[in-house]
């Protein structure tokens, strides 16, 4: 109690030394023109001007949303090279919703803010919340899920964690950046309810819910207009209708028009280019300006922005935290996230936890198992402190009582960088230059003969190795020559021919336990009927392979949810069956508000693993529902949700209890079911947990193009309760007799 009312005081006495908003207009007031503009465009590639005379500092920006990037030069993509910017590798965003775990996601935020305050910056480029339309997309890793609810759900808690360190967390990219094919320019197309049903919740959860300081635009444009600078999306969504008073950042070279960018909201103008007096919003905004094309009080409005946040961060007062990095507790936390994130895909015969006795030899095949993926995928690349690689986190838990083999089964190249060019400079340098696509999948470090030859060689090995092999892992999946920045996929086929390497190993040794890691959903149908134990995880952080091991030898047993639908094919996809991926010039999504498992359901598609499916290795009985009807109270709940949960199993274990809304009779298209609610309990065998969960009447709503407002119909729903999207355990209806009306801008 002590240390709370310690951190309280604290945190009101700072609070009293900030400016209130009279000497924060006081303060606007004492800036030149040329003071002003130079606050609102980039000085260096990472951060704004400062103004000195009164003691307003840089803002200082760093990606991203696996830790704070290393440093470069203040002018060009060359990294400084020194040891001083080593840090900590959190799982990807994906990784962070496959724990379903809320309370992880502000620990996780926690890490991120503290790692970025003590690596001396003041907004963190993190998260990344678009929704995964398409499981090709090169940057899924990045962004959360499928579903709106859950992205919501785990953002908020992410965000707040980021900003208890005196740092912004910067929720990206707004709006629509679904593909990185032509993401700099292709032209977007979403109807009315698909936008406030789908793509718009995340968004507004994070600025209304978890108070997020800063929001960066998107590279693609909406409607005929460039999203850094879109009336629509920031003027009379993000600033009139949200309230939103924080500070709206383009992506890195987002920015195409100085009057649009004027006029339309944007307060801070990035790129990827040194010549900063030529930005948009530089020289050509003051010119402008002196041309009487643009009010100067638009400028006000975007340095009162920034001096607003940096009171909030107190760097005006110089009364602020000074966080750390590397430390032995952000470790732990990350390792929390890891562990819990890992999905148990299938489990027949009790295939895993693996036991192996003393003096067994257990091979492990595949290049993933000796690969580590913390210095790839674009912007989100870290200059990671340590990786653990699952070969090195297998070793280490086994210890010398076994004997581990490894055998690498395909070739792959090893790169510098995410590029494939063993260069210096890094790739962002040319990151505008989508010309650069054909090179890049065309760059090669072999000759293809070369290849096909250590191909062969590589399996005739790990064939022959299989033979005195006690237990045999394989694991592969992708990497980061695939999930990246700024190239989408072409299926989601395996690299490397690994399905036929996998075919073969199964020829052999039925017993082979398999492992994927990658960003994004793989189709493994050609021999997934075939296996008995597979894992999969997510990009997962510096301490993945020691949570792997944990989970492959059951020492940890595996609670993650997949956060997106894995269909059996890329013909099943909503976006590849209405045709609209990746586009031309343009891109419209004819699918609506029917994305990922929404789709899957209303179409009677079998998924080969559905959204929120991951097995554990004890049981769990779902019983006693219960529905009491809260509508007679005349609040904001109209129904709360009873049931019991029970460790039926032999092992402690954490199951994430999912509840699902679907109307029965709505005069509307609507999903079969969505998202509403879920509970990450912790059971030791033999333990009953009683879950309550309250929903309320947007729980129940469907988004109106006439009325523009959100509605819930008088009509019957069903509520269901169960381990996944496909594995529900008890129903029950709740019939709502009255109709209500809920404004889009309240909700």
Same mark, same amino acid.
């Given at each position: 109690?002590?240390?709370?009312?310690?951190?309280?005081?604290?945190?009101?006495?700072?609070?009293?030394?900030?400016?209130?908003?009279?000497?924060?207009?006081?303060?606007?007031?004492?800036?030149?023109?040329?003071?002003?503009?130079?606050?609102?465009?980039?000085?260096?590639?990472?951060?704004?001007?400062?103004?000195?005379?009164?003691?307003?500092?840089?803002?200082?920006?760093?990606?991203?949303?696996?830790?704070?990037?290393?440093?470069?030069?203040?002018?060009?993509?060359?990294?400084?090279?020194?040891?001083?910017?080593?840090?900590?590798?959190?799982?990807?965003?994906?990784?962070?919703?496959?724990?379903?775990?809320?309370?992880?996601?502000?620990?996780?935020?926690?890490?991120?803010?503290?790692?970025?305050?003590?690596?001396?910056?003041?907004?963190?480029?993190?998260?990344?919340?678009?929704?995964?339309?398409?499981?090709?997309?090169?940057?899924?890793?990045?962004?959360?899920?499928?579903?709106?609810?859950?992205?919501?759900?785990?953002? %908020?808690?992410?965000?707040?964690?980021?900003?208890?360190?005196?740092?912004?967390?910067?929720?990206?990219?707004?709006?629509?950046?679904?593909?990185?094919?032509?993401?700099?320019?292709?032209?977007?197309?979403?109807?009315?309810?698909?936008?406030?049903?789908?793509?718009?919740?995340?968004?507004?959860?994070?600025?209304?819910?978890?108070?997020?300081?800063?929001?960066?635009?998107?590279?693609?444009?909406?409607?005929?207009?460039?999203?850094?600078?879109?009336?629509?999306?920031?003027?009379?969504?993000?600033?009139?209708?949200?309230?939103?008073?924080?500070?709206?950042?383009?992506?890195?070279?987002?920015?195409?028009?100085?009057?649009?960018?004027?006029?339309?909201?944007?307060?801070?103008?990035?790129?990827?280019?040194?010549?900063?007096?030529?930005?948009?919003?530089?020289?050509?905004?003051?010119?402008?300006?002196?041309?009487?094309?643009?009010?100067?009080?638009?400028?006000?409005?975007?340095?009162?922005?920034?001096?607003? %946040?940096?009171?909030?961060?107190?760097?005006?007062?110089?009364?602020?935290?000074?966080?750390?990095?590397?430390?032995?507790?952000?470790?732990?936390?990350?390792?929390?996230?890891?562990?819990?994130?890992?999905?148990?895909?299938?489990?027949?015969?009790?295939?895993?936890?693996?036991?192996?006795?003393?003096?067994?030899?257990?091979?492990?095949?595949?290049?993933?198992?000796?690969?580590?993926?913390?210095?790839?995928?674009?912007?989100?690349?870290?200059?990671?402190?340590?990786?653990?690689?699952?070969?090195?986190?297998?070793?280490?838990?086994?210890?010398?009582?076994?004997?581990?083999?490894?055998?690498?089964?395909?070739?792959?190249?090893?790169?510098?960088?995410?590029?494939?060019?063993?260069?210096?400079?890094?790739?962002?340098?040319?990151?505008?230059?989508?010309?650069?696509?054909?090179?890049?999948?065309?760059?090669?470090?072999?000759?293809?003969? %070369?290849?096909?030859?250590?191909?062969?060689?590589?399996?005739?090995?790990?064939?022959?190795?299989?033979?005195?092999?006690?237990?045999?892992?394989?694991?592969?999946?992708?990497?980061?020559?695939?999930?990246?920045?700024?190239?989408?996929?072409?299926?989601?086929?395996?690299?490397?021919?690994?399905?036929?390497?996998?075919?073969?190993?199964?020829?052999?040794?039925?017993?082979?336990?398999?492992?994927?890691?990658?960003?994004?959903?793989?189709?493994?149908?050609?021999?997934?009927?075939?296996?008995?134990?597979?894992?999969?995880?997510?990009?997962?952080?510096?301490?993945?392979?020691?949570?792997?091991?944990?989970?492959?030898?059951?020492?940890?047993?595996?609670?993650?949810?997949?956060?997106?639908?894995?269909?059996?094919?890329?013909?099943?996809?909503?976006?590849?069956?209405?045709?609209?991926?990746?586009?031309?010039?343009?891109?419209?999504?004819?699918?609506?508000?029917?994305?990922?498992?929404?789709?899957?359901?209303?179409?009677?598609?079998?998924?080969?693993?559905?959204?929120?499916?991951?097995?554990?290795?004890?049981?769990?009985?779902?019983?006693?529902?219960?529905?009491?009807?809260?509508?007679?109270?005349?609040?904001?709940?109209?129904?709360?949700?009873?049931?019991?949960?029970?460790?039926?199993?032999?092992?402690?274990?954490?199951?994430?209890?999912?509840?699902?809304?679907?109307?029965?009779?709505?005069?509307?298209?609507?999903?079969?079911?969505?998202?509403?609610?879920?509970?990450?309990?912790?059971?030791?065998?033999?333990?009953?947990?009683?879950?309550?969960?309250?929903?309320?009447?947007?729980?129940?709503?469907?988004?109106?193009?006439?009325?523009?407002?959100?509605?819930?119909?008088?009509?019957?729903?069903?509520?269901?309760?169960?381990?996944?999207?496909?594995?529900?355990?008890?129903?029950?209806?709740?019939?709502?007799?009255?109709?209500?009306?809920?404004?889009?801008?309240?909700?």
């Amino acid at each position: 109690m002590n240390l709370l009312l310690t951190l309280l005081f604290e945190s009101l006495h700072r609070k009293e030394n900030r400016m209130n908003k009279q000497q924060l207009k006081e303060l606007l007031s004492q800036l030149t023109l040329d003071e002003k503009i130079g606050m609102i465009h980039g000085c260096t590639l990472f951060k704004s001007k400062a103004v000195t005379r009164l003691g307003i500092p840089s803002l200082v920006t760093s990606d991203g949303p696996m830790g704070v990037r290393n440093e470069f030069q203040e002018h060009a993509w060359f990294p400084l090279g020194n040891t001083d910017d080593f840090t900590l590798y959190l799982p990807c965003n994906s990784a962070l919703a496959a724990t379903f775990n809320k309370e992880l996601a502000y620990e996780a935020g926690t890490v991120l803010g503290d790692e970025a305050r003590g690596r001396g910056k003041d907004m963190i480029l993190a998260p990344g919340i678009n929704i995964h339309r398409d499981p090709r997309c090169g940057r899924n890793f990045e962004y959360m899920s499928e579903d709106p609810y859950l992205i919501s759900e785990i953002c %908020v808690p992410f965000i707040k964690g980021i900003q208890t360190n005196d740092v912004s967390a910067c929720v990206k990219h707004f709006a629509f950046n679904n593909q990185e094919t032509r993401r700099m320019d292709v032209d977007t197309y979403v109807d009315e309810r698909a936008i406030w049903e789908i793509y718009f919740p995340g968004f507004y959860a994070a600025i209304k819910k978890a108070g997020c300081k800063s929001i960066m635009g998107a590279y693609n444009q909406f409607r005929g207009q460039y999203c850094c600078h879109n009336e629509y999306l920031i003027q009379e969504v993000l600033r009139n209708e949200w309230g939103f008073d924080g500070v709206v950042v383009s992506d890195w070279g987002g920015v195409h028009d100085t009057l649009e960018a004027a006029k339309n909201g944007l307060d801070l103008e990035m790129s990827v280019t040194d010549d900063y007096d030529d930005y948009y919003m530089a020289n050509p905004l003051k010119k402008a300006i002196e041309d009487h094309l643009v009010d100067a009080s638009l400028i006000d409005e975007k340095v009162l922005h920034i001096l607003n %946040v940096m009171n909030e961060l107190n760097m005006l007062d110089g009364d602020r935290k000074s966080g750390t990095f590397n430390s032995i507790s952000n470790m732990q936390k990350i390792q929390s996230v890891s562990d819990e994130s890992i999905i148990l895909l299938k489990n027949d015969n009790g295939a895993l936890p693996l036991n192996p006795k003393k003096g067994e030899k257990i091979l492990v095949i595949g290049d993933n198992a000796n690969r580590v993926h913390a210095n790839g995928g674009g912007s989100g690349e870290i200059k990671a402190l340590y990786e653990i690689s699952p070969l090195l986190g297998i070793k280490m838990l086994l210890g010398g009582n076994y004997e581990v083999a490894y055998e690498p089964g395909y070739y792959t190249r090893v790169v510098g960088n995410v590029w494939g060019r063993e260069v210096s400079e890094n790739w962002q340098a040319t990151s505008l230059d989508q010309s650069l696509d054909l090179a890049i999948k065309q760059n090669k470090v072999l000759p293809d003969d %070369v290849i096909d030859h250590l191909n062969k060689e590589y399996l005739e090995r790990a064939l022959s190795a299989c033979d005195d092999a006690d237990h045999v892992i394989y694991i592969g999946g992708l990497n980061h020559d695939y999930d990246v920045e700024a190239q989408d996929k072409d299926s989601l086929k395996l690299p490397y021919g690994q399905d036929r390497i996998i075919e073969k190993l199964l020829e052999k040794r039925r017993d082979m336990i398999i492992v994927m890691i990658g960003g994004s959903p793989i189709d493994m149908s050609s021999w997934e009927p075939s296996v008995n134990g597979i894992l999969f995880h997510y990009y997962n952080g510096l301490l993945s392979g020691t949570s792997l091991a944990n989970v492959l030898f059951g020492k940890v047993n595996p609670s993650g949810k997949l956060p997106t639908t894995f269909p059996r094919s890329l013909d099943d996809v909503p976006s590849k069956i209405y045709g609209e991926y990746p586009g031309d010039d343009s891109v419209t999504y004819h699918e609506g508000i029917l994305v990922g498992y929404r789709h899957y359901d209303y179409n009677n598609i079998q998924p080969l693993y559905p959204f929120g499916h991951g097995l554990s290795y004890t049981e769990f009985d779902y019983s006693n529902l219960k529905i009491v009807d809260n509508t007679f109270a005349n609040n904001d709940i109209l129904c709360s949700v009873h049931l019991d949960v029970t460790n039926i199993g032999a092992s402690f274990g954490k199951e994430v209890v999912q509840l699902y809304v679907g109307a029965k009779d709505s005069t509307v298209l609507r999903p079969r079911q969505e998202l509403k609610g879920f509970e990450k309990i912790a059971l030791t065998p033999g333990e009953k947990q009683s879950i309550t969960f309250e929903l309320n009447k947007m729980d129940f709503s469907y988004y109106d193009t006439e009325t523009k407002s959100y509605q819930v119909d008088a009509c019957t729903y069903q509520i269901l309760i169960g381990s996944s999207s496909r594995s529900i355990h008890l129903e029950a209806t709740f019939d709502n007799t009255k109709s209500y009306t809920i404004e889009r801008s309240s909700y």
